[in-house]
């Protein structure tokens, strides 16, 4: 089946460091979903790629789907405290299941 | 807007009780779904319903049962619970055939099994 691995686990940053997650499938993707949640918290959603190459950006965040949709990324510049959290990434097909990768656990030093 | 709640927000249970965690959307989604959360870990998907009147296992079913009730409500059952089963519940719901189909979440339930 479908399985998705981020990396890094865990990413400790100086606050206006930046900050990359990777999420790698070992199968071609349909398109992909990222989500946020925060300590004590539900997952938020953020952002869904669809197309080989995309690239798309919310403010300091910065999305890419891999030419061969088998990986995606997010980057953030300048971490901001409030950027503190765990950020997910999901592949989204027709099909209803969802799963979710492990998570990049985000953590900041003011 | 409601949009997804979860009932209880708490729980705690002795080995061998069982329960019922109660999930309702008022968004008209077609698909819903329960994952579980263990501390400091990822989301690991327990069922799910793509519509009314079907469920299917996720990745980690065992010691679970579900009820779609209806187009709004989805149950998630522990008919006797461990120890293991000490988790944060997540709810979610989406609307399939939407081209963003993102998943819309409860705010969660935390079951403590002793």
């Known amino acids: 089946g479908q399985q998705v691995m981020q990396i890094p686990q865990y990413q400790h940053v100086q606050e206006g460091e930046d900050f990359t997650t990777y999420c790698n499938s070992s199968t071609t993707l349909s398109n992909i979903q990222w989500y946020k949640q925060r300590p004590g918290g539900h997952p938020v959603f953020l952002i869904q790629?669809?197309?080989?190459?995309e690239v798309k950006k919310q403010k300091r965040l910065t999305f890419q789907f891999g030419e061969a949709k088998k990986n995606s990324s997010l980057h953030i510049t300048a971490t901001q405290t409030t950027d503190v959290g765990t950020y997910f990434c999901a592949p989204y097909s027709s099909a209803s299941k969802i799963i979710f990768g492990s998570g990049t656990r985000l953590s900041i030093r003011p | 807007n409601a949009g997804v709640t979860q009932t209880p927000k708490f729980q705690v249970l002795k080995t061998g009780q069982s329960m019922t965690l109660q999930c309702a959307q008022d968004m008209n989604h077609n698909s819903m779904y329960w994952y579980r959360q263990d501390p400091g870990m990822g989301l690991r998907l327990i069922y799910y319903s793509a519509s009314e009147g079907t469920t299917d296992k996720g990745e980690v079913p065992n010691g679970y049962n579900v009820s779609r009730l209806n187009k709004r409500e989805f149950s998630l059952r522990l008919e006797s619970a461990a120890p293991s089963q000490t988790s944060v519940y997540f709810c979610a719901s989406r609307k399939t055939g939407d081209l963003t189909g993102e998943l819309f979440f409860g705010e969660g339930s935390r079951l403590t099994v002793l």
């Open positions: 790629l669809v197309k080989s190459g």
